[in-house]
């Protein structure tokens, strides 16, 4: 186990989803920490994600593009980086279906750009010591390909077999961070992470779709038969997940974070009608499960994925806080309130 602690972090992807959730955790949880976060503000990304942020004087926005090495290799110097933490990624898997060049050019290319300006800035700041620099790369388990319902879930040591253009290019970007800690000896780590949920996810994802077309009376879009199956965990329990894995993780290290806790869409759709049955004010149906209407297949489609965390616990002492219940009640509450 290793001891680092993050002075001045640079967060790629900061004004997404997950990004913004974990500036927020960092923010309130280490008080002396400073947050660049650079941000594209892609159709994904939103400066309303970012709003009333907690210690706001400690967070810096820059809007760009993680493939611009310029700007890149200027914030490393201007804020004394000692910690990248990259989230930064073209996310959605049925957009790389229908146009996968950005995938490659953001995922790939925006990745090695990064690696290249960390190594040449921490080579000469601090000679790569692993006690003074670190390059977190947020990566998904959709790496590992797909399951069996009889498959055992996927651990560190599962071959990485990428069916979609979104995980193949995850799968290289990936790849770009282990090559440059046995290559050059860059202190890097490596998360693998299931489905996210929670506060601030784009409207584009199955929950936020869900939720967005039971309030406004739409069909809800299943696609298939529904019985794909998919690992939840709540946003910030990723969020402290990546804590650990800065602040205790072994340089040159995968860790596997997921919330056990496996369900078909189809069960996912139903309970969230439930819950919008409950809390609904005004609702547009007598029963939200009604809308349910099965569509025509993701191409592709990677029938269920599990993630062992067994690492994450025995070697960092994380699991996961929120329980699926309260999660996804917090979850549906949100969208209804905001
Ligand atoms: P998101 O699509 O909500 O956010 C991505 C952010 O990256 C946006 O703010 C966007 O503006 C920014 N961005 C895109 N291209 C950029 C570029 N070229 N330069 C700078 N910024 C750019 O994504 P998310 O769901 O928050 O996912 C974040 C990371 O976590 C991704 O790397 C994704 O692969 C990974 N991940 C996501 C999940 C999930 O369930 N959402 C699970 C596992 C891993
Ligand atoms: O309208 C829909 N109907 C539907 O049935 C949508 C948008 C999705 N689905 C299905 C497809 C998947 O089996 O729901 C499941 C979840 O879909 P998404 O929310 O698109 O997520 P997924 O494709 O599983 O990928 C997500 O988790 C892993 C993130 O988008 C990735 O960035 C992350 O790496």
Known sequence: MS???????????GAGFIGCNFVRYMLASDTSLHIVNLDKLTYAGSLANLKGLPDEHRHTFIEGDICDRVLIDRLLREYNIDTIV????????????????????????????LLEAARHYW??????????????????????????????????????????????????SDHLVRAYFHTYGLPVTTTNCSNNYG??????KFIPTVIRSCREGRSIPVYGDGSNIRDWLYVEDHCSGIDAVIRRGVPGEVYNIGGINEWTNLNICKLVCQLMDEYAEQPKVDRHESLITFVADRPGHDWRYAIDATKMHDALGWQPAETFETGIRKTVLWYLNR
């Not at 073209?90 to 990745?111: K, L, R």
């Not at 506060?199 to 584009?204: A, M, R, S």
């Open 123 to 172: 080579l000469n700041e601090c000679a790569m010591d692993a006690e003074r620099c670190r390059f977190h790369h947020i990566s998904t388990d959709e790496v590992y390909g797909t399951l069996s319902r009889q498959d055992p879930a996927f651990s560190e040591q599962t071959p990485y077999a990428p069916n979609s253009p979104y995980s193949a290019s995850k799968a290289g």
């Open 199 to 204: 506060p601030y996810q784009h409207g584009e």
């Open 3 to 13: 001891n680092f602690t993050a002075k001045n972090m640079l967060v790629t992807g």
């Open 86 to 113: 990259h989230f930064a990624a073209e996310s959605h898997v049925d957009n790389s279906i229908a146009g996968p060049a950005v995938f490659v050019t953001t995922n790939v290319v925006g990745t090695f750009t």
